[in-house]
């Protein structure tokens, strides 16, 4: 602050500050001032030494404006300063136990009902009897007894949502919020009557009714002043943590031998706290709340001192498996002064350090659902595993960018002493789960280590540990300040935002135009806005600021491990997935102790982002999505059979899972219930037999896979469908691959095969069509290995028909034509329809798909095509076997000059690159022509190029029936998987 004379000129902050403060003064005292002593008294602690009850008695009844729960330390800082009496036993090192406390940690999900708390209460005693611990024998092979337990429970699941609504419903409905109150308090106490019986309960049911009624004496009172106090909510949402340990604490006492109390830790845990209010449900921060350890240990010597050796807690016989078990309230504690107060919301981990390092505890453990911290949110990244061990900064790290696992603050106790804290699933208490403890190296020791290395030469070391994300951020950006300064524009900006309480999370900066990137919170965003309009208005109306603008519904996606110091190939690794996800990246940031790269995305992008770093690191093995149309055909059987007898090759060698998430025919399709997808043995009688499939929906199918959050997602059209082709530029628009034995695009009208091409290249997927010409042989890549290597091709020959190379080896004087044709039709050579092959128009299809790839601008009509059937016979839409009777006396004859010539019968199609002439044609070959040995069911293919000009390139094998065909799209399925696992090595 400036000076003026002897007097402060406060700033506009300072001002703003004070005027609020002054007023929440008035309103605590106010709504306070109308509660009756008793409601004070309710609060006061039932079981301390005669003086330090008379302390806690004078501070609050000392003054009617001030609620104080416990007493007032500045009234007895002496008594704190000196510590406990000599004559005092010390908690930390609990009298006649070889083992130091242990912590518990229990949340809402782990207390919803009167089972969970059974079983909290039932693992506690089993933890308390050391018999679980593998650390508990001496060195002489002598056990160490008992364990000295802690517990810090939250409110019972629901709780603090329902004390919230009636403190929010009181100002408008006061029935309403009685009935939310009534709600609460009911559901408790049916709980708890559950757990033990009346002599137990009856006096904990009087607790929590009581309770209720100075509640609402106190939200009452709030109608008068038509606004809620910090203090009110902080007072009442509280009430949820110290009717659960009640709870507990009466279940324990059923059980026989377990020495146990509660504690209410407000009396306790002081803390100095620089912000009011309970904060955001799940925010990753404690609003400035810091503990007072003197003061704490102080309260805590005297509660061992007093309630815990009235409770028979101080001479436990711990080699007899007689333990204390002491239930403490989570995220309530107080003042100084004993004014009521919280560590915020999800506050309850920070409870439990802070009483491990009152205690000085061995170890704290955090019960959740999951089995520990995992590599990524399971629910979003289904691949994700639970983490054996982190280091403090990483937990750290992981805590503020969303893992809401561990609450960051949490950490912070720990640190100092290296208590580990243990992350479990209560649900699975067998399970080791993840242990946080140790301090990362700092970069100065990190390059004392030497160069940096490339993350992938250290063979088995994943540099990262996790990857999290942070939902409903904003970015709020200035640009085009370069006539500034860089400093003044950083220092002006900054300075908005602190001054108007914006909570900075990422921040970036342009040297070149002095332009400056944040990320908030998005319901902060207008705020920050604002104050920056405020604070550069000169500068906008000159122009000397170019633009403020905020964009909303983004997410920030960060990867964290200490891995990454000094570890080159980080950062390409992510964005390279990212950009192959098709994740449009906003925002880039690095930590600058390395341990963390953040990023921000689009908030309907999170979940790819997620799922496509998680597997570019190889924390999860790479899935494909696959949706298969024409599932049931012919092919689509025999392909669905040949990927269930490949699929472990491809999980084992490639690192790939392919999973069957869509499976379509004409009529019906079935959809994947979750991520594992469809099961493979049932994926064909699905479509006919299940009851749970649908109308086939192409806008439904694309739906779903724009919906399909998996950055590895392949559509195989085995169809013949003109409406299916209409959609691939919308898939590949999507970032889907696509594979395609189906020519209605490849060989398609040309514009639209230039628009499909076009979105494939400009959308970095995969569109494979090898499968679509030869089958399974390697025509098509032949043919681009040629081109890509700078050769150039100026004649294809050969014949690319499996149908005809059968019909002409079998054609005889003993088998006619139309037999020979309709033995492929039995075998499955034929098209579904055969006039396609019999007019020629399979293989012309191929022919155009050829001339295409060696730049030949051609469409269907272009190419040359000599037809088997005659004008009637090709109009005929159910044209038969039977039909084909008329042909054979023709091709008999044709036959029979072939042999006589020592020639072969072959439908032959030839490209002329040099001269544009595409045809096929029924010819009679020579012994000197590749094709005379063309055996039944073989394709051959023959390039001449600048390079092969004496001999050509001939690529040839068999290729007809539905088990080659679907072993092409394998192939073109194999290197679409291929490029996903060389995105892992």
């Keep these: 602050s400036l000076t003026i004379g002897t007097r402060p000129l406060q700033t506009n902050k300072q001002l703003r500050q004070r005027q609020q403060s002054n007023n929440m003064r008035f309103y605590n005292n106010l709504a306070l001032a109308a509660l009756s002593l008793s409601f004070a008294e309710a609060f006061s602690p039932n079981h301390y030494s005669s003086s330090f009850r008379a302390s806690a008695a004078a501070a609050i009844t000392g003054t009617s404006t001030k609620l104080c729960v416990a007493p007032d330390l500045t009234k007895i800082e002496d008594k704190v300063a000196a510590g406990a009496s000599v004559d005092a036993e010390n908690i930390i090192t609990a009298k006649g136990s070889q083992n130091r406390w242990q912590v518990h940690k229990f949340g809402g999900a782990s207390l919803a009902t009167a089972e969970l708390y059974k079983t909290v209460g039932d693992l506690l005693i089993a933890e308390a009897s050391g018999k679980r611990k593998n650390d508990n024998t001496n060195n002489d092979g002598s056990k160490k007894g008992a364990v000295p337990t802690m517990a810090v429970v939250s409110a019972r699941g629901g709780m603090t949502d329902l004390l919230v609504k009636v403190v929010d419903s009181a100002l408008v409905d006061f029935e309403a919020a009685k009935t939310v109150l009534s709600e609460a308090v009911e559901g408790q106490i049916e709980l708890l009557r559950e757990l033990a019986p009346p002599s137990i309960t009856n006096k904990v049911e009087a607790n929590i009714r009581n309770d209720a009624n100075d509640i609402l004496l106190l939200v009452q009172s709030l109608r008068m002043i038509n606004t809620v106090p910090s203090v009110t909510m902080e007072v009442v949402s509280g009430y949820g943590e110290i009717w659960s ?292 208005e000169l500068e906008l109306a000159r122009s000397t600021v170019g633009s403020i603008s905020l964009n909303k519904g983004l997410s920030i996606v960060a990867i964290v491990g200490e891995g990454m110091a000094y570890s080159s190939g980080i950062s390409s690794t992510l964005m390279g997935s990212l950009s192959r996800a098709n994740v449009n990246i906003r925002l880039i940031a690095q930590g600058s102790s390395e341990r963390q790269i953040a990023v921000v995305v689009g908030k309907g992008e999170t979940t790819r982002a997620l799922r496509a770093a998680h597997q570019a690191f190889t924390l999860s093995e790479t899935t494909a999505s696959i949706t298969l149309l024409g599932s049931n055909g012919t092919i689509g059987s025999a392909f669905v059979n040949a990927l269930q007898k490949q699929r472990r090759s491809l999980i084992d060698g490639l690192g790939v899972c392919p999973r069957i998430m869509i499976s379509a025919n004409s009529k019906k399709m079935a959809i994947a219930e979750n991520a594992s997808g469809l099961p493979f043995d049932s994926i064909i009688s699905k479509l006919s037999e299940d009851e749970n499939t649908v109308d086939m929906d192409l806008d439904k199918i694309t739906a779903e896979l724009e919906a399909d959050v998996n950055p590895h997602r392949v559509v195989i059209d085995m169809t013949n469908s003109d409406a299916v082709s209409e959609y691939y530029e919308r898939w590949m628009s999507a970032g889907v691959d696509l594979i395609s034995p189906s020519r209605k695009v490849a060989a398609g009208p040309l514009s639209k095969y230039r628009r499909a091409t076009e979105v494939q290249k400009s959308n970095f997927v995969n569109w494979q069509y090898e499968s679509s010409v030869g089958s399974a042989l390697p025509i098509m890549t032949t043919l681009r290995d040629l081109i890509e290597t700078g050769d150039v091709v100026h004649k294809i020959r050969g014949s690319v028909s499996g149908t005809f190379a059968y019909v002409m080896d079998l054609l005889s004087e003993e088998t006619s034509f139309s037999e020979a044709f309709g033995r492929a039709i039995e075998k499955g050579f034929a098209e579904n329809d055969i006039r396609e092959d019999l007019m020629g128009l399979d293989v012309a299809r191929k022919v155009v798909i050829l001339a295409r790839q060696i730049g030949m601008d051609i469409e269907l009509e272009d190419v040359e095509v000599e037809s088997f059937l005659p004008e009637e016979l090709a109009s005929k839409s159910d044209l038969s076997v039977e039909d084909l009777k008329s042909l054979d006396e023709g091709m008999l004859e044709k036959f029979k000059t072939a042999q006589a010539e020592n020639r072969q019968l072959r439908y032959k199609f030839e490209i002329d690159n040099d001269t544009g002439k595409c045809r096929c044609f029924l010819t009679a070959v020579d012994n000197q022509d590749p094709l005379f040995r063309l055996k039944n069911t073989e394709n051959l293919v023959a390039f001449e190029t600048d390079r092969y000009t004496a001999s050509p390139l001939i690529v040839k094998g068999a290729a007809a029936g539905p088990e080659l065909a679907a072993a092409g799209i394998f192939s073109d399925l194999l290197r679409c998987t291929r490029a996903y696992s060389s995105e892992r090595s």
């Design 245 to 536: 340990a009640q709870t507990l604490n009466a279940y324990l006492q059923t059980k026989e031998g377990v020495p146990c109390e509660w504690i209410d830790a407000r009396p306790i845990l002081r803390v100095k706290s620089d912000s009011s209010g309970l904060g955001e449900k799940g925010e990753a921060s404690t609003g400035g709340v810091v503990p007072l350890y003197e003061e704490s240990a102080y309260c805590l010597s005297e509660w061992w001192n007093t309630v815990g050796k009235e409770r028979d807690m101080i001479d436990c016989d711990y080699q007899s498996g007689v333990s204390p078990i002491v239930v403490v309230t989570g995220f309530v504690a107080s003042t100084i002064e004993g004014i009521p107060t919280t560590l915020k919301r999800s506050g309850s981990d920070y409870s439990a350090t802070i009483f491990a390092k009152l205690t000085g505890a061995s170890r704290v453990t955090m019960w959740k659902n999951t089995d520990g911290v995992y590599t990524a949110d399971p629910r979003r990244v289904p691949e994700a595993f639970s983490i054996a061990s982190l280091k403090y900064d990483e937990a750290l790290e992981l805590a503020y960018f969303g893992a809401q696992v561990l609450h960051p603050s949490a950490m912070v106790p720990c640190i100092d002493d290296n208590i580990p804290v243990y992350v479990r699933n209560i649900f699975n208490p067998s399970f080791q789960g993840t242990v946080v403890q140790g301090r990362s190296p700092s970069l100065k020791e990190k390059a004392d280590e030497g160069n940096a290395k490339n993350w992938r030469a250290k063979k088995g070391e994943i540099p990262i540990k996790g990857i999290t994300s942070v939902d409903s951020v904003a970015l709020v950006t200035l640009e085009g300040a370069s006539t500034l300064g860089g400093s003044n524009v950083a220092e002006k900006f900054m300075g908005a935002m602190a001054d108007n309480d914006v909570n900075v999370l990422i921040i970036t900066q342009a040297s070149s135009e002095s332009s400056i990137c944040i990320a908030v919170p998005e319901n902060e965003g207008e705020k920050a806005i604002t104050a920056l309009q405020s604070a550069f």
